[in-house]
């Protein structure tokens, strides 16, 4: 990564609450579209599992539950080629922890990785061995996640240029 003055600054996942208010105030104002009667998913989107999801997110999804297992993570900012870019960074277990990044496609976050980077880094406590651990760094790609909106066109189509340093 090209990192500007090597500025790399602890990050912590921590939503305004007026953001999640206007959220559950912008779920509760959908304006719900029509489905073909006898139709589900042939014609789009199936309209009573839409409202069912819809309605989860409303009233049952546990933002602050979600957050606080998401920053048991060690999370970052830094500035990668004058982009600020988000990336959690978790170190090996084992006696030499080999560096490994993983990187998500587009639309999707770090959070898809969630599950797989404890046993990247203590692969020990899976029923692997200590010493095929991993430092593991997940960054956010450019407009993603906790990351920074491109500033300019053609950042989204140069992210190996970005990782590689």
């Avoid at 006696?95 to 587009?106: A, D, E, Q, S």
Wanted: hydrophobic fraction near 35%; proline fraction near 7%.
């Amino acid at each position: 990564m090209l990192v500007k003055n090597d500025l790399i600054t602890p990050f912590r996942i921590d939503v305004a609450p007026e953001v999640l208010t206007d959220l559950k105030q912008r779920l509760k104002s959908t304006r719900w579209s029509y489905q073909v009667q006898g139709t589900h998913w042939e014609a789009g989107t199936d309209l009573s599992y839409l409202r069912e999801l819809v309605g989860y997110w409303q009233d049952t999804y546990d933002w602050r539950a979600h957050e606080a297992a998401l920053n048991r993570f060690a999370h970052f900012k830094t500035d990668v080629d004058n982009i600020g870019v988000h990336f959690v960074h978790e170190r090996g277990k084992g006696p030499n922890p080999f560096p490994l990044i993983l990187t998500h496609g587009y639309p999707d976050s770090f959070y898809r990785f969630t599950k797989l980077i404890p046993m990247l880094t203590d692969p020990e406590s899976f029923g692997g061995r200590a010493e095929d651990s991993f430092d593991v760094v997940v960054p956010d790609l450019p407009g993603y996640g906790f990351s920074d909106r491109p500033r300019e066109i053609g950042t989204m189509f140069r992210v190996n240029d970005l990782w590689r340093g």
